[in-house]
């Protein structure tokens, strides 16, 4: 029989569930409960006070530990068919106080080898497109889709975004970043309601839960089509113009 909580606790979960509707995660992990957080109103009819274990943890105002509970939850995850082939599960890394937060796809081998995202050759590119916006790499926080990378690189499947999502989608609420630029579609389409191509949804903004949102090439097929960079520098102005930013050098080079 499931266990009974007592109504304070209800409620308390309730409105922490309310809470993340309200970010638009939809799916949540069941942890067991702990014996001692469930009330003893069946044995004895007497509801007994839950553990602080047991209690919803309000998201914490320091970001850094906010960040860290964030990381304990995935924990060595294996909730969707990409853990089979990680080295090493890729969070996240930056400033906790960015005003620009990238998002790209998934991590790669030298991601995967390394446990930080884009640290292979799209690593230095995006860190030189970082650079000529004026800006360093730890001033900005970057962070993908799916946390694991897919086998020989291959697209995240629909359900393994799907499931790796909330914790990309709790990431951005603690650092909550000015702008987010979704590197590639596959960003893009999981950010926003839209399934258009790049062409279409490349050039505007778009508002994502109190950020604005700009869409640009990823890295990797900037490096596949080097003619393409121009565009994404234009991608960048406009966040820099945004921000007010003023560029260090006039475009990105590899
Ligand atoms: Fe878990 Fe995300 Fe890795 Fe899938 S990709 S195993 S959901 S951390």
Redesign the pocket.
Known sequence: MAPKLDAELRKQLAARVDYYREMGIHDFYRQPIPESAVTAEEDSGQAVEPTEAARPLPIPNDKPVALRLIRED?GD????V??KG?KN?VFGVGSVNADIMFVGEGPGADEDQQGEPFVGRAGQLLNNMIAAMGLKREDVYIANV???RPPGNRTPERD?CD??MP?LLRQIEVIRPKVIVALGAVAAKNLLPVNDSMANIRGRWFDFKGARLRVTYHPAFLLRDPRQKKEAWKDLQAVMKYLDLKPKSKAPEE
């Open positions: 995935i995850c294996t909730r969707c990409l853990h990680r599960l799916v946390k694991c393994e499931t790796c914790f």
